[in-house]
């Protein structure tokens, strides 16, 4: 009698190894797909960005004009100042 419930607890054992296992494959499978469709979204993410963004090439002129006009005016309010101590003396 016992071997037949022993038997037969291994069989249910089994059982719900296989469900335990196939839960298993399926999660793995579905986590592959995520992680699949976030790389992807990531790829297009960046392509995007690249759409979006300068690159350091693009903003070397802009930021030489940018300083350049800077100086010409700080020179120019630098001059004005001193001028005007000059002036009052």
Request: hydrophobic residues 40%; glycine residues 2%; aromatic residues 6%.
């Amino acid at each position: 009698m016992e071997a037949i419930t022993e038997e037969k607890d291994q069989k249910i054992l089994m059982v719900i190894l296989q469900k335990d296992i196939e839960f298993i494959k399926e999660t793995v499978k579905d986590l592959r797909d995520y992680i699949h469709q976030v790389q992807e979204s990531n790829e297009n993410t960046k392509k995007e960005n690249n759409k979006r963004y300068v690159t350091q090439d693009q903003f070397k002129p802009v930021k030489s004009i940018v300083y350049g006009l800077t100086a010409i005016v700080l020179s120019t309010v630098f001059i004005a100042i001193l001028a005007s101590i000059i002036n009052k003396q």
